[in-house]
Protein backbone atom coordinates (compact mmCIF):
# COMPACT_ATOMS: atom_id res chain seq x y z
CA UNK A 1 0.00 0.00 0.00
CA UNK A 2 1.41 2.99 -0.90
CA UNK A 3 0.47 7.27 0.22
CA UNK A 4 2.17 9.94 -2.11
CA UNK A 5 4.48 7.43 -3.27
CA UNK A 6 6.24 5.61 -0.13
CA UNK A 7 5.03 2.56 1.43
CA UNK A 8 6.49 0.63 4.71
CA UNK A 9 7.49 -2.38 1.93
CA UNK A 10 8.69 -5.31 4.39
CA UNK A 11 7.95 -3.60 7.51
CA UNK A 12 4.58 -3.91 6.43
CA UNK A 13 4.61 -7.64 7.73
CA UNK A 14 5.65 -6.74 11.03
CA UNK A 15 2.21 -5.03 11.48
CA UNK A 16 0.08 -7.93 10.36
CA UNK A 17 2.31 -9.96 12.72
CA UNK A 18 1.28 -7.35 15.64
CA UNK A 19 -2.42 -7.78 14.60
CA UNK A 20 -2.24 -11.51 14.16
CA UNK A 21 -0.58 -11.66 17.97
CA UNK A 22 -3.12 -9.60 19.27
CA UNK A 23 -5.66 -11.60 17.85
CA UNK A 24 -4.23 -14.96 18.91
CA UNK A 25 -3.01 -14.02 22.77
CA UNK A 26 0.11 -14.56 24.48
CA UNK A 27 -1.09 -17.71 25.61
CA UNK A 28 -2.11 -19.47 22.38
CA UNK A 29 1.71 -19.40 21.25
CA UNK A 30 4.60 -21.75 21.02
CA UNK A 31 7.04 -19.93 21.89
CA UNK A 32 9.78 -21.95 21.05
CA UNK A 33 8.82 -22.33 17.52
CA UNK A 34 8.27 -18.61 17.02
CA UNK A 35 11.91 -18.25 18.29
CA UNK A 36 13.48 -21.01 16.30
CA UNK A 37 11.83 -19.23 12.89
CA UNK A 38 13.00 -15.70 14.11
CA UNK A 39 16.70 -16.34 14.46
CA UNK A 40 16.45 -18.36 10.81
CA UNK A 41 15.10 -15.91 9.38
CA UNK A 42 17.56 -13.45 10.76
CA UNK A 43 20.53 -15.68 10.22
CA UNK A 44 19.45 -15.82 6.35
CA UNK A 45 18.48 -12.06 6.13
CA UNK A 46 21.98 -11.32 7.39
CA UNK A 47 24.08 -13.29 5.60
CA UNK A 48 22.64 -12.57 2.22
CA UNK A 49 23.24 -8.84 3.14
CA UNK A 50 27.14 -9.45 3.83
CA UNK A 51 27.35 -11.90 0.70
CA UNK A 52 25.93 -8.85 -1.68
CA UNK A 53 27.75 -6.20 0.00
CA UNK A 54 31.25 -7.88 0.38
CA UNK A 55 32.58 -7.63 -2.88
CA UNK A 56 32.44 -3.61 -3.38
CA UNK A 57 32.92 -3.03 0.65
CA UNK A 58 36.70 -3.00 0.75
CA UNK A 59 36.68 -1.24 -2.58
CA UNK A 60 34.24 1.68 -1.61
CA UNK A 61 36.12 1.88 1.34
CA UNK A 62 39.60 3.09 -0.35
CA UNK A 63 37.95 4.69 -2.69
CA UNK A 64 35.45 7.13 -0.74
CA UNK A 65 34.06 5.21 2.39
CA UNK A 66 36.43 6.45 4.82
CA UNK A 67 34.93 9.94 5.54
CA UNK A 68 31.02 8.46 4.49
CA UNK A 69 31.46 6.18 7.15
CA UNK A 70 32.93 8.30 10.05
CA UNK A 71 30.10 10.25 9.16
CA UNK A 72 27.96 7.39 9.30
CA UNK A 73 29.16 6.12 12.93
CA UNK A 74 29.06 10.42 13.88
CA UNK A 75 25.07 9.37 13.33
CA UNK A 76 25.23 6.33 15.06
CA UNK A 77 26.96 7.63 18.14
CA UNK A 78 24.44 10.13 18.49
CA UNK A 79 21.62 7.71 18.27
CA UNK A 80 22.94 6.43 21.07
CA UNK A 81 23.37 9.52 22.88
CA UNK A 82 19.46 10.88 21.62
CA UNK A 83 18.29 6.94 23.32
CA UNK A 84 20.57 7.60 26.44
CA UNK A 85 18.38 10.74 27.16
CA UNK A 86 15.03 9.71 26.24
CA UNK A 87 15.62 7.02 28.30
CA UNK A 88 16.62 8.98 31.24
CA UNK A 89 14.33 12.58 30.71
CA UNK A 90 11.53 10.41 29.16
CA UNK A 91 11.10 8.07 31.78
CA UNK A 92 11.78 4.98 29.60
CA UNK A 93 13.60 2.23 30.58
CA UNK A 94 16.57 1.12 28.48
CA UNK A 95 15.37 -2.05 28.10
CA UNK A 96 12.78 -0.90 26.02
CA UNK A 97 14.47 2.47 24.97
CA UNK A 98 16.97 0.33 22.75
CA UNK A 99 13.83 -1.35 20.82
CA UNK A 100 12.94 2.40 20.35
CA UNK A 101 16.37 3.20 18.52
CA UNK A 102 16.35 0.26 16.51
CA UNK A 103 13.17 1.14 15.07
CA UNK A 104 13.52 4.74 14.82
CA UNK A 105 16.86 3.63 12.73
CA UNK A 106 14.83 0.68 10.81
CA UNK A 107 17.72 -2.12 11.96
CA UNK A 108 15.82 -4.93 12.27
CA UNK A 109 19.32 -6.52 13.35
CA UNK A 110 20.08 -4.55 16.43
CA UNK A 111 16.65 -5.65 17.71
CA UNK A 112 17.60 -9.10 17.48
CA UNK A 113 21.44 -7.66 18.99
CA UNK A 114 19.13 -6.44 21.78
CA UNK A 115 16.93 -9.49 22.62
CA UNK A 116 19.72 -11.79 22.74
CA UNK A 117 21.89 -9.51 25.04
CA UNK A 118 18.61 -8.78 27.04
CA UNK A 119 18.37 -12.87 27.57
CA UNK A 120 22.23 -12.80 28.34
CA UNK A 121 21.45 -10.67 31.38
CA UNK A 122 18.71 -12.58 32.55
CA UNK A 123 15.87 -10.32 31.90
CA UNK A 124 12.68 -12.43 31.96
CA UNK A 125 10.82 -12.40 27.94
CA UNK A 126 7.70 -11.45 29.43
CA UNK A 127 9.55 -8.04 30.75
CA UNK A 128 10.78 -7.39 27.10
CA UNK A 129 9.20 -4.90 24.90
CA UNK A 130 11.44 -4.63 22.67
CA UNK A 131 9.40 -5.71 19.76
CA UNK A 132 6.42 -3.33 20.81
CA UNK A 133 8.72 -0.32 20.87
CA UNK A 134 10.06 -1.13 17.67
CA UNK A 135 7.42 -1.08 16.09
CA UNK A 136 5.66 2.15 17.67
CA UNK A 137 9.29 3.92 16.68
CA UNK A 138 9.38 2.16 12.67
CA UNK A 139 6.95 4.54 10.89
CA UNK A 140 8.19 7.53 11.82
CA UNK A 141 11.98 6.02 11.34
CA UNK A 142 10.93 5.03 7.29
CA UNK A 143 9.32 9.05 7.02
CA UNK A 144 11.89 10.58 8.97
CA UNK A 145 14.85 9.82 6.73
CA UNK A 146 12.73 11.12 3.73
CA UNK A 147 11.59 14.13 5.41
CA UNK A 148 15.10 15.05 6.30
CA UNK A 149 16.38 14.76 2.90
CA UNK A 150 13.28 16.87 2.00
CA UNK A 151 14.25 19.64 4.63
CA UNK A 152 18.36 19.48 3.83
CA UNK A 153 17.16 20.17 -0.25
CA UNK A 154 14.54 22.97 0.90
CA UNK A 155 17.23 24.54 3.46
CA UNK A 156 20.06 24.73 1.46
CA UNK A 157 17.92 25.41 -1.42
CA UNK A 158 19.33 22.66 -3.41
CA UNK A 159 19.18 22.34 -7.21
CA UNK A 160 19.38 19.35 -8.25
CA UNK A 161 20.67 20.11 -12.19
CA UNK A 162 23.57 21.90 -10.64
CA UNK A 163 24.39 18.93 -8.15
CA UNK A 164 24.59 16.89 -10.93
CA UNK A 165 27.12 19.17 -12.82
CA UNK A 166 28.59 19.14 -9.50
CA UNK A 167 29.28 15.54 -9.27
CA UNK A 168 30.58 14.82 -12.58
CA UNK A 169 32.97 17.66 -12.25
CA UNK A 170 34.03 15.94 -9.16
CA UNK A 171 34.70 12.45 -10.33
CA UNK A 172 34.78 12.46 -14.21
CA UNK A 173 35.07 8.82 -14.05
CA UNK A 174 31.74 8.05 -12.16
CA UNK A 175 30.31 6.98 -15.91
CA UNK A 176 32.85 4.11 -16.14
CA UNK A 177 35.12 4.06 -19.27
CA UNK A 178 35.42 5.20 -22.68
CA UNK A 179 37.60 4.28 -25.11
CA UNK A 180 39.39 6.82 -27.86
CA UNK A 181 41.04 6.02 -31.39
CA UNK A 182 44.21 8.57 -30.74
CA UNK A 183 46.87 9.37 -33.90
CA UNK A 184 50.50 9.29 -32.90
CA UNK A 185 51.75 12.48 -33.81
CA UNK A 186 54.45 12.96 -30.69
CA UNK A 187 57.71 12.37 -32.64
CA UNK A 188 59.29 11.79 -29.48
CA UNK A 189 57.55 8.79 -29.05
CA UNK A 190 58.39 7.16 -32.27
CA UNK A 191 60.03 3.99 -31.88
CA UNK A 192 59.08 3.73 -28.05
CA UNK A 193 57.40 0.76 -26.40
CA UNK A 194 53.66 1.30 -25.20
CA UNK A 195 55.00 0.47 -21.84
CA UNK A 196 57.22 3.33 -21.77
CA UNK A 197 54.93 6.15 -22.66
CA UNK A 198 53.87 7.92 -19.69
CA UNK A 199 50.80 7.50 -17.99
CA UNK A 200 50.71 3.69 -18.96
CA UNK A 201 52.67 3.20 -16.04
CA UNK A 202 49.23 3.13 -13.45
CA UNK A 203 47.63 0.80 -15.26
CA UNK A 204 44.11 2.34 -15.66
CA UNK A 205 44.70 2.58 -19.29
CA UNK A 206 44.75 -0.29 -21.55
CA UNK A 207 45.81 -0.27 -25.45
CA UNK A 208 43.74 -2.91 -27.22
CA UNK A 209 44.40 -2.29 -31.07
CA UNK A 210 46.82 -0.86 -33.31
CA UNK A 211 46.58 0.20 -36.94
CA UNK A 212 50.25 0.89 -38.39
CA UNK A 213 50.25 4.16 -40.96
CA UNK A 214 46.80 4.79 -39.91
CA UNK A 215 47.22 8.42 -40.87
CA UNK A 216 48.08 7.51 -44.18
CA UNK A 217 44.71 5.47 -44.37
CA UNK A 218 46.64 3.07 -46.79
CA UNK A 219 44.25 0.29 -48.10
CA UNK A 220 44.45 -2.71 -46.71
CA UNK A 221 46.03 -1.62 -43.49
CA UNK A 222 45.72 -4.74 -40.86
CA UNK A 223 44.36 -4.00 -37.37
CA UNK A 224 46.76 -5.55 -34.59
CA UNK A 225 46.45 -6.95 -31.13
CA UNK A 226 48.27 -4.37 -29.31
CA UNK A 227 50.46 -4.88 -25.98
CA UNK A 228 52.67 -2.69 -23.56
CA UNK A 229 55.80 -4.33 -25.69
CA UNK A 230 54.24 -3.30 -28.92
CA UNK A 231 56.62 -0.59 -30.49
CA UNK A 232 54.76 2.65 -31.90
CA UNK A 233 55.57 5.35 -34.36
CA UNK A 234 54.28 8.50 -35.78
CA UNK A 235 51.28 8.15 -37.89
CA UNK A 236 50.21 5.02 -36.16
CA UNK A 237 46.27 4.46 -34.49
CA UNK A 238 45.73 3.45 -31.13
CA UNK A 239 42.51 2.30 -29.31
CA UNK A 240 42.74 2.75 -26.08
CA UNK A 241 40.48 2.21 -22.78
CA UNK A 242 40.35 3.58 -19.51
CA UNK A 243 38.91 6.48 -17.14
CA UNK A 244 37.88 9.42 -19.28
CA UNK A 245 40.03 11.48 -17.30
CA UNK A 246 43.12 9.47 -17.54
CA UNK A 247 42.05 9.39 -21.74
CA UNK A 248 42.12 12.95 -22.16
CA UNK A 249 45.67 13.18 -20.02
CA UNK A 250 47.12 10.49 -22.57
CA UNK A 251 45.64 12.52 -25.90
CA UNK A 252 48.10 15.28 -24.83
CA UNK A 253 50.98 12.93 -24.83
CA UNK A 254 50.14 10.76 -27.89
CA UNK A 255 48.30 13.51 -30.39
CA UNK A 256 45.34 13.92 -31.54
CA UNK A 257 41.68 11.86 -31.99
CA UNK A 258 41.95 9.90 -34.97
CA UNK A 259 39.46 9.99 -37.80
CA UNK A 260 39.31 6.54 -38.26
CA UNK A 261 37.85 4.09 -35.73
CA UNK A 262 40.03 0.79 -35.06
CA UNK A 263 36.62 -1.00 -34.09
CA UNK A 264 35.16 -1.27 -37.73
CA UNK A 265 37.69 -1.25 -40.21
CA UNK A 266 36.24 -3.73 -42.58
CA UNK A 267 38.30 -7.01 -43.02
CA UNK A 268 40.18 -6.93 -39.01
CA UNK A 269 40.40 -10.17 -37.32
CA UNK A 270 40.16 -8.39 -34.53
CA UNK A 271 36.49 -8.78 -32.29
CA UNK A 272 35.37 -7.50 -29.31
CA UNK A 273 33.45 -10.53 -26.65
CA UNK A 274 32.29 -10.34 -23.25
CA UNK A 275 32.95 -13.31 -21.45
CA UNK A 276 31.97 -14.62 -17.56
CA UNK A 277 34.41 -15.21 -14.86
CA UNK A 278 33.31 -18.35 -13.62
CA UNK A 279 35.68 -21.04 -13.69
CA UNK A 280 37.15 -21.95 -10.62
CA UNK A 281 40.98 -21.79 -11.96
CA UNK A 282 40.58 -17.95 -13.12
CA UNK A 283 39.56 -16.60 -9.54
CA UNK A 284 41.97 -14.59 -7.49
CA UNK A 285 44.09 -14.23 -10.45
CA UNK A 286 44.95 -11.49 -12.30
CA UNK A 287 44.52 -10.21 -15.62
CA UNK A 288 48.20 -10.26 -16.22
CA UNK A 289 48.69 -13.81 -14.07
CA UNK A 290 46.24 -15.61 -17.06
CA UNK A 291 48.97 -14.69 -19.79
CA UNK A 292 45.87 -13.97 -22.30
CA UNK A 293 47.75 -11.74 -24.40
CA UNK A 294 51.12 -14.11 -24.75
CA UNK A 295 49.71 -17.33 -25.05
CA UNK A 296 46.50 -16.42 -27.24
CA UNK A 297 47.03 -12.87 -28.43
CA UNK A 298 43.70 -11.80 -26.35
CA UNK A 299 43.51 -8.37 -24.76
CA UNK A 300 41.16 -7.72 -21.28
CA UNK A 301 40.04 -4.14 -21.69
CA UNK A 302 37.67 -3.66 -19.16
CA UNK A 303 36.33 -5.90 -16.11
CA UNK A 304 32.20 -5.33 -14.55
CA UNK A 305 31.76 -5.67 -11.52
CA UNK A 306 28.69 -5.33 -9.61
CA UNK A 307 27.41 -2.36 -12.10
CA UNK A 308 30.86 -0.89 -11.81
CA UNK A 309 33.18 -0.96 -15.03
CA UNK A 310 36.82 -0.59 -14.09
CA UNK A 311 40.39 -0.94 -16.19
CA UNK A 312 42.03 -4.59 -15.38
CA UNK A 313 45.36 -2.96 -13.73
CA UNK A 314 47.89 -4.90 -12.21
CA UNK A 315 46.11 -5.32 -8.72
CA UNK A 316 42.47 -6.44 -9.71
CA UNK A 317 42.05 -10.16 -9.30
CA UNK A 318 39.14 -11.53 -11.20
CA UNK A 319 36.15 -12.54 -8.93
CA UNK A 320 33.37 -15.14 -9.88
CA UNK A 321 30.39 -13.60 -11.58
CA UNK A 322 32.53 -10.76 -13.23
CA UNK A 323 32.08 -9.70 -16.92
CA UNK A 324 35.24 -8.81 -19.20
CA UNK A 325 35.51 -7.31 -22.06
CA UNK A 326 38.23 -9.37 -24.26
CA UNK A 327 39.26 -8.11 -27.68
CA UNK A 328 41.54 -10.19 -29.99
CA UNK A 329 41.10 -12.92 -33.08
CA UNK A 330 37.53 -15.54 -33.13
CA UNK A 331 39.53 -18.73 -32.26
CA UNK A 332 41.39 -17.19 -29.45
CA UNK A 333 38.44 -15.85 -27.64
CA UNK A 334 36.57 -19.36 -27.65
CA UNK A 335 39.93 -20.60 -26.14
CA UNK A 336 39.42 -17.78 -23.64
CA UNK A 337 36.30 -18.08 -22.90
CA UNK A 338 37.03 -22.08 -21.75
CA UNK A 339 39.47 -20.68 -19.58
CA UNK A 340 37.79 -17.99 -18.26
CA UNK A 341 34.37 -20.41 -18.05
CA UNK A 342 31.84 -17.77 -19.33
CA UNK A 343 29.21 -20.48 -18.01
CA UNK A 344 25.27 -18.35 -17.69
CA UNK A 345 24.31 -21.80 -16.23
CA UNK A 346 27.22 -21.77 -13.47
CA UNK A 347 26.58 -17.87 -12.57
CA UNK A 348 22.87 -18.47 -11.95
CA UNK A 349 23.26 -21.66 -9.85
CA UNK A 350 23.57 -21.23 -6.39
CA UNK A 351 26.22 -22.80 -4.56
CA UNK A 352 24.54 -24.38 -1.89
CA UNK A 353 27.31 -26.19 0.32
CA UNK A 354 29.21 -22.70 0.81
CA UNK A 355 25.82 -21.20 1.95
CA UNK A 356 25.59 -23.62 4.60
CA UNK A 357 29.37 -23.37 5.06
CA UNK A 358 29.17 -19.69 5.44
CA UNK A 359 25.81 -19.61 7.67
CA UNK A 360 28.16 -21.96 10.40
CA UNK A 361 31.18 -19.88 10.44
CA UNK A 362 28.73 -16.88 10.95
CA UNK A 363 27.35 -18.50 13.79
CA UNK A 364 30.02 -19.68 15.52
CA UNK A 365 31.74 -16.35 14.74
CA UNK A 366 29.10 -14.85 16.41
CA UNK A 367 29.19 -16.69 19.59
CA UNK A 368 32.65 -16.00 20.37
CA UNK A 369 32.89 -13.27 23.61
CA UNK A 370 34.95 -10.06 23.06
CA UNK A 371 35.61 -8.67 26.22
CA UNK A 372 36.35 -4.99 25.78
CA UNK A 373 37.48 -2.09 28.41
CA UNK A 374 34.80 -0.94 30.70
CA UNK A 375 32.17 -3.77 29.77
CA UNK A 376 30.98 -5.40 33.04
CA UNK A 377 30.54 -8.39 30.30
CA UNK A 378 31.57 -9.55 27.04
CA UNK A 379 30.61 -8.43 23.71
CA UNK A 380 29.13 -11.14 21.26
CA UNK A 381 28.20 -10.58 17.73
CA UNK A 382 25.64 -12.94 17.96
CA UNK A 383 23.16 -13.85 15.28
CA UNK A 384 23.14 -10.69 13.54
CA UNK A 385 26.62 -9.77 13.60
CA UNK A 386 28.53 -12.88 12.59
CA UNK A 387 26.88 -13.76 9.70
CA UNK A 388 27.24 -10.63 8.41
CA UNK A 389 30.99 -10.21 9.26
CA UNK A 390 31.13 -13.74 7.89
CA UNK A 391 29.34 -13.06 4.99
CA UNK A 392 31.51 -9.53 3.92
CA UNK A 393 35.00 -11.37 4.23
CA UNK A 394 34.29 -14.61 2.62
CA UNK A 395 32.66 -12.76 -0.70
CA UNK A 396 35.44 -10.72 -0.58
CA UNK A 397 37.63 -13.81 -1.09
CA UNK A 398 35.38 -15.04 -3.27
CA UNK A 399 36.61 -18.71 -2.86
CA UNK A 400 38.26 -21.51 -1.17
CA UNK A 401 38.69 -24.58 -2.65
CA UNK A 402 35.62 -26.07 -4.50
CA UNK A 403 33.60 -23.42 -2.20
CA UNK A 404 32.48 -20.20 -4.48
CA UNK A 405 30.73 -17.53 -1.77
CA UNK A 406 28.38 -16.17 -4.94
CA UNK A 407 24.60 -15.74 -5.09
CA UNK A 408 23.10 -14.81 -7.65
CA UNK A 409 20.97 -11.98 -7.98
CA UNK A 410 17.45 -14.04 -7.91
CA UNK A 411 18.58 -16.45 -5.23
CA UNK A 412 19.72 -13.66 -3.23
CA UNK A 413 16.44 -11.94 -3.03
CA UNK A 414 14.73 -14.83 -2.24
CA UNK A 415 16.80 -15.59 0.85
CA UNK A 416 16.77 -12.03 1.57
CA UNK A 417 12.88 -11.51 1.34
CA UNK A 418 11.96 -15.16 2.96
CA UNK A 419 15.12 -14.18 5.73
CA UNK A 420 13.53 -10.48 6.77
CA UNK A 421 9.67 -12.05 6.39
CA UNK A 422 10.23 -14.79 8.55
CA UNK A 423 12.16 -11.97 11.21
CA UNK A 424 9.48 -9.41 10.99
CA UNK A 425 6.69 -11.94 11.54
CA UNK A 426 7.99 -13.27 14.49
CA UNK A 427 8.94 -10.21 15.96
CA UNK A 428 5.14 -9.52 14.78
CA UNK A 429 3.55 -12.18 16.16
CA UNK A 430 5.44 -12.19 19.57
CA UNK A 431 4.75 -8.45 20.19
CA UNK A 432 1.53 -7.66 19.32
CA UNK A 433 -0.35 -8.02 22.64
CA UNK A 434 2.51 -5.61 24.53
CA UNK A 435 1.50 -3.09 21.33
CA UNK A 436 -1.51 -2.74 21.37
CA UNK A 437 -1.69 -2.33 25.27
CA UNK A 438 0.98 0.39 25.13
CA UNK A 439 -0.89 2.29 22.95
CA UNK A 440 -4.08 1.67 24.67
CA UNK A 441 -2.84 3.42 27.87
CA UNK A 442 -1.01 6.12 26.39
CA UNK A 443 2.33 5.28 26.82
CA UNK A 444 3.01 4.30 23.33
CA UNK A 445 2.20 8.00 22.21
CA UNK A 446 4.92 9.33 24.44
CA UNK A 447 7.32 6.40 23.25
CA UNK A 448 6.18 7.32 19.61
CA UNK A 449 7.56 10.99 20.11
CA UNK A 450 10.71 9.60 21.71
CA UNK A 451 11.48 7.54 18.88
CA UNK A 452 11.15 10.31 16.65
CA UNK A 453 13.72 12.63 18.52
CA UNK A 454 16.24 9.01 17.95
CA UNK A 455 15.16 9.72 14.17
CA UNK A 456 15.56 13.39 14.10
CA UNK A 457 18.37 14.54 15.62
CA UNK A 458 21.20 12.75 14.38
CA UNK A 459 20.41 13.33 10.83
CA UNK A 460 19.29 16.68 11.21
CA UNK A 461 22.93 17.15 13.04
CA UNK A 462 24.79 15.23 10.45
CA UNK A 463 23.40 16.43 7.47
CA UNK A 464 23.89 20.14 8.50
CA UNK A 465 27.88 19.30 9.27
CA UNK A 466 27.94 17.34 6.27
CA UNK A 467 26.46 20.06 3.45
CA UNK A 468 27.48 23.10 5.25
CA UNK A 469 30.76 22.27 6.81
CA UNK A 470 31.90 19.59 4.37
CA UNK A 471 30.19 21.14 1.18
CA UNK A 472 28.97 17.43 0.25
CA UNK A 473 27.00 16.84 -2.62
CA UNK A 474 23.40 16.08 -1.84
CA UNK A 475 22.80 12.93 -3.85
CA UNK A 476 25.47 11.48 -1.87
CA UNK A 477 24.37 13.04 1.55
CA UNK A 478 20.83 11.01 0.95
CA UNK A 479 23.06 7.62 0.47
CA UNK A 480 24.38 8.39 3.53
CA UNK A 481 21.49 9.48 5.46
CA UNK A 482 19.83 6.27 3.98
CA UNK A 483 22.76 4.08 4.33
CA UNK A 484 23.11 4.99 7.92
CA UNK A 485 19.63 4.33 8.68
CA UNK A 486 20.31 1.19 6.59
CA UNK A 487 16.67 1.79 4.84
CA UNK A 488 15.87 0.94 1.39
CA UNK A 489 12.57 2.72 1.19
CA UNK A 490 14.37 5.96 2.14
CA UNK A 491 17.02 4.85 -1.12
CA UNK A 492 14.51 4.08 -3.21
CA UNK A 493 13.36 7.57 -2.67
CA UNK A 494 16.73 9.26 -2.79
CA UNK A 495 17.39 7.41 -6.10
CA UNK A 496 13.84 8.20 -7.43
CA UNK A 497 13.91 11.91 -5.99
CA UNK A 498 17.75 12.59 -7.76
CA UNK A 499 17.62 10.34 -10.71
CA UNK A 500 21.11 9.28 -10.02
CA UNK A 501 23.27 6.61 -8.85
CA UNK A 502 25.51 8.42 -6.15
CA UNK A 503 22.79 7.25 -3.26
CA UNK A 504 23.33 3.88 -4.44
CA UNK A 505 26.87 4.29 -4.38
CA UNK A 506 26.91 5.79 -0.89
CA UNK A 507 24.52 3.48 0.76
CA UNK A 508 26.57 0.67 -0.49
CA UNK A 509 29.98 2.74 1.28
CA UNK A 510 28.43 2.89 4.82
CA UNK A 511 26.27 -0.29 5.15
CA UNK A 512 27.95 -2.44 5.92
CA UNK A 513 29.53 -0.83 8.80
CA UNK A 514 26.89 0.59 9.82
CA UNK A 515 25.03 -2.62 10.09
CA UNK A 516 27.90 -3.74 12.20
CA UNK A 517 28.08 -1.04 14.39
CA UNK A 518 24.39 -0.74 15.23
CA UNK A 519 24.15 -4.38 16.69
CA UNK A 520 27.18 -3.78 18.72
CA UNK A 521 25.80 -0.32 19.49
CA UNK A 522 22.31 -2.28 20.92
CA UNK A 523 24.43 -5.10 23.02
CA UNK A 524 26.68 -2.11 24.70
CA UNK A 525 23.55 -0.18 25.74
CA UNK A 526 21.76 -3.15 27.10
CA UNK A 527 24.94 -4.30 28.87
CA UNK A 528 25.81 -1.52 30.50
CA UNK A 529 22.56 0.21 31.24
CA UNK A 530 20.20 -2.49 31.45
Given at each position: ?R?????????????????????????????????????????????????????????????????L????????V????????????G?????????????????????????????A?????????????????????I?????????V??F????????????A????????????????????L?????????S????????????R???????????????????V??????????P?????????????????D????????????????????????????????????????????????????????????????????????????????N????????????????????????????A??????????????????????L????H??????????????V??????????????????A???D?????E?????????????V???????????G??????????????????????????????????????????????????????V????MV
Amino acid sequence: VRFRGVSLGVAGVLFAGLVVGKLLGDHKLDHGAVDFAKEAGLILFVYTIGVTAGPGFFASLRRQGIGLNALAALIIVLGVVTTIAVSKFGGIPMKDAVGLMSGATTNTPSLAAANEALAARGVPAEQVKTGAAYAIAYPFGIVGIILAMLGVRAFFKIKLDKEAERLAAADPQRNGLVSLNLLVTNVNLDGRAIERIPSFDDGDVVVSRILRGGASATPGGAVEIASPQTVVHTGDVLLVVGPEQAIEDLRVVIGEPAKVDLRTVAGSPIVTRKLLVTHRAALGRTVDELHLRQRLGVTITRVRRTEVEVAPGPQLRLQFGDTVTAVGPESALEQAGKELGNSIKRLNHPQIAPVCVGILVGILLGSIPIALPGMPAAVKLGLAGGPLIAAIVLSRLGHFGPLIWHLPGSASIVMKEIGIVMFLACVGIASGAKFFDALASGEGWRWMACGALITAVPLAVVAVIARAGMKMNYMTLCGLLAGSMTDPPALAFAGQATQSDAPSIAYAAVYPLTMVLRVVAAQVLVLTMV
